[in-house]
């Protein structure tokens, strides 16, 4: 057995798949394997039962189950790269335990649920304090197991991503060659990819912000909060109507005014 180790929302299971096909050359699914949700969680009974790789948080049990021979592939995450953090975070929100985002939301308390200014805040203080209000991203433990990194910046660009596959392919010494299904299969995983376009969105409102642009802003509470997470880190400013207000500021232009104000 194979064993591909991995964090919440770090895309085990679309490694796994792609694994499984493309390198150990298992038949595709005939159906997509995308969920509601975009995670890569709908597989056949035929696949999950006949896959030589198979994915799990494996370094919360310790590695009790597996034999040391077994080899180990291990998708690293950086959690300190604001970038690929942000990326995981919200993917987490949107597909752990396939349980609606809706749904998440509702089991917020209801001050917060009812309060876009403390809702926005919150989210905030988990980009601030991450260590202190993320759990599930820790270190994986030492084991003798032969292990193979595969970096998860590597999802998010295509030659990165094959290279990291052919990396998978010799250390199990198989082969791997990338074609136009598994690009079309890639392609869809991106744009799918919640972590990932709410990154550029917020990117882009960020870069017409200081461009002095007007562009719309037109964002979740989490990406509001991801927005003045940023500016608190570029500029200092952690006060003001984009904190302290309902209603957060409806361009980009008048959020670049208000910085000065209170740095």
């Not at 799990?56 to 690929?84: A, M, S």
């Not at 917060?112 to 270190?139: A, F, T």
Request: charged share 20%; proline share 5%.
């Amino acid at each position: 057995m194979i064993w591909i180790d991995f964090h919440g929302s770090t895309h085990g299971h679309f490694l796994e798949y792609v694994t499984n096909v493309w390198i150990m050359k298992m038949f595709p699914e005939s159906e997509s394997v995308f969920t509601e949700s975009g995670a890569c969680h709908n597989f056949s009974e035929y696949y999950k039962d006949n896959r030589a790789v198979r994915c799990g948080h494996w370094w919360w049990t310790n590695y009790e189950h597996q034999h040391i021979t077994h080899p180990v592939i291990r998708i690293t995450f950086d959690k300190t790269n604001d970038r690929l953090f942000y990326i995981a975070l919200v993917n987490r929100w949107y597909r752990s335990g396939d349980t609606p985002f809706e749904q998440k939301f509702n089991n917020l308390p209801e001050d917060v649920r009812n309060s876009p200014e403390r809702l926005r805040n919150q989210y905030y203080y988990k980009y601030m304090l991450r260590d202190k209000h993320i759990d599930g991203y820790n270190d994986f433990p030492s084991i003798p197991n032969p292990i193979q990194e595969f970096k998860f910046e590597s999802l998010f660009i295509w030659s990165e991503f094959c290279k990291g596959l052919t990396d998978i392919a010799k250390f199990l010494n198989q082969t791997f060659t990338p074609d136009r299904k598994l690009y079309k299969l890639w392609q869809e995983f991106i744009e799918l990819n919640q972590g990932y376009q709410s990154y550029n969105k917020c990117n882009n409102i960020l870069e017409n912000v200081f461009l002095e642009q007007s562009i719309l802003v037109n964002c979740t509470s989490y990406e509001e909060a991801w927005i003045n997470y940023n500016l608190t880190m570029m500029t200092g400013v952690d006060t003001g109507p984009m904190f302290s207000d309902d209603i957060y500021p409806i361009n980009t232009l008048e959020i670049y005014k208000l910085i000065p104000h209170h740095v």
